[in-house]
């Protein structure tokens, strides 16, 4: 029996894409005796553990199976004091609307060594694919990322939409394809000019990539029709009337 404590490693594996995964990502995953996986980490990279590697999905898929995030870091803590080297193999960054903060805090308070290895926020990375500036001079000095696993008027939501309605910079809504309607909705009854430009980024950097384009008050429907699916982010603002892809 191995008495010796691993470690525990937060691998961001950014929005899906294998070649957005960082050098140290790699290496990490190469290196690892257990990976602790979600869907929305490039997947393809698990091909890149070593021979006997156990590889163990811990996914939180929408509207299907749920693996509690309680039961992750118990894996984690598990598996890092019987000696294993773990990775917490995430899609886009582990400090970024994830629970990696709770991984880390679970780790730390067990006592198990942890690193973090960030990732490429798909808040970031998913509109640049699309061709979708967050800043330009002119249009936008600013964007805030915001969760949208509740919608403005949701008792749980803490974001000043009120705020963000008048910000007159772009915002990135991850995690707000259930509630886009309400969330767009909510803008407008907050002020946000109705034609303001607004674009869905479906499941970016991924093969099936698709954007759908509009304004705030047309794109729900724009989605809903098309039947997008998470994973997928919503960009609002001038920025998106750029449109630089053509």
Not at 139 to 157: I, N, Y
Not at 160 to 172: M, P, S, Y
Not at 186 to 207: D, E, M, N, Q, Y
Request: aromatic content about 2%.
């Amino acid at each position: 029996m191995n008495t010796e404590i691993g470690e525990v490693v937060l691998v961001g594996g950014g929005p899906g894409d294998p070649d957005l995964l960082t050098v140290g990502g790699l290496r990490a995953l190469r290196e690892a005796d257990v990976v602790l996986y979600d869907h929305l980490a490039p997947l393809a990279c698990l091909t890149e553990t070593k021979a006997g590697a156990e590889l163990v999905d811990v996914g939180k898929i929408p509207g299907g199976r749920q693996t509690a995030q309680d039961e992750i870091n118990r894996l984690l803590v598990e598996h890092a004091r019987a000696g294993a080297k773990v990775v917490r193999f995430k899609g886009g960054d582990p400090f970024v609307l994830g629970r990696g903060s709770e991984e880390w805090l679970a780790c730390s308070e067990a006592g198990v060594p942890v690193r973090v290895v960030p990732g490429v926020s798909s808040a970031i990375a998913g509109p640049e694919l699309a061709g979708v500036p967050l800043t330009h001079r002119g249009l936008s000095q600013d964007f805030t990322v915001v969760s949208g696993h509740v919608g403005p008027d949701h008792p749980a939501s803490t974001v000043n939409w009120d705020a963000l309605a008048h910000t007159h910079g772009t915002i990135v809504v991850l995690m707000g394809v259930a509630h886009l309607a309400e969330i767009c909705a909510g803008l407008v009854a907050r002020g946000l000019a109705s034609g303001t430009p607004a674009a869905i980024v479906a499941k970016a950097a991924l093969p099936d990539q698709r954007v759908l384009r509009g304004t705030v008050a047309s794109l729900p429907a724009l989605a809903a029709d098309a039947g997008v699916e998470p994973p997928a982010l919503t960009v609002i603002g001038a920025v998106v009337g750029l449109d630089l892809l053509g």
